[in-house]
């Protein structure tokens, strides 16, 4: 079933599949939309599961007030009754997931992250590629940075679905710096997080990705950590098996 969920002004395209077990919430990366996830939810057929895109990306609604990816995640729930749930999230969903692990852990069964965006990690600058990305979001060049985005994002192979994930994307980078409210530091407090715990990465991802999916998978207490091999920062779309296995052994739990 699609829906659209009212967010402050604003609203959010949804999917909500009826199934069995613990609901599984899928939050996309900020370089794509929640199709990013078509490969891993036909293979997951039965199951209860939610997807939503983020303000401003896919078919959401371009925001038109300041927001907080948090905040937007407890209302999608609320409004869908959801009290338990497994969390899977990738990159920026992947951050947002451990930031409702750490303000509301009673209510995650587990947690499957991808290539997560850990804030607080020690991240080094890199000038040029910053200086060009600003120049083509302040040109509002969806070309431009959708070439730019392959080679930095797209390691493995350039297809068709990762550019439809970039230009999905692209529209929500332009509002971001005015209306997205930054979330808190998680990176110091990772051995507060209790649920249980997969954390994924591509062998082809980015430095810095591997290195603060490594740094968090060794802060969270009895996490797993798994490599996925020929797989950038689009696993869902490289491996998708390896991420249905992942989600299994929490349903199956």
Known sequence: MELRIPVGQDDLWTEHLAGDGVPIVF???????????????????????VRYDVRGYGRSSLPTEEFSLLDDLVTVLEQLDLQ??????CSMGGGTALSFALTHPDRVHGLVLLCPSVRGFP???????????????????????????LPVWAATVV???VVDQLRAAAPAWFEQG????A???????LNEIHASTTVM??????????????????????????????ADHYPSLR???????AINNYVAE
């Open 27 to 49: 939050l996309h990366p900020g370089t794509g939309d929640s199709r990013v996830w078509d490969p891993v939810v036909a293979g997951l057929s039965g199951r209860r599961m």
């Open 84 to 89: 338990r749930v497994v969390l899977v999230g």
């Open 123 to 149: 991240v080094l600058e890199e000038p040029d590629l910053d200086a060009q990305y600003a120049e083509l979001i302040a040109n509002r060049d969806v070309d431009g940075l959708v070439q730019f985005g």
């Open 159 to 161: 297809d068709d679905a």
């Open 178 to 181: 005015m209306y997205l409210k």
């Open 183 to 189: 979330e808190p530091p998680v990176y110091d407090r």
């Open 201 to 230: 990465v591509g062998d082809r991802d980015r430095p810095i990705a591997t290195a603060s999916a490594g740094a968090a998978a060794a802060r969270i207490p009895g996490a797993r950590f798994t490599w996925m091999p020929g």
């Open 239 to 245: 491996n998708p098996q390896l991420v249905i296995d």
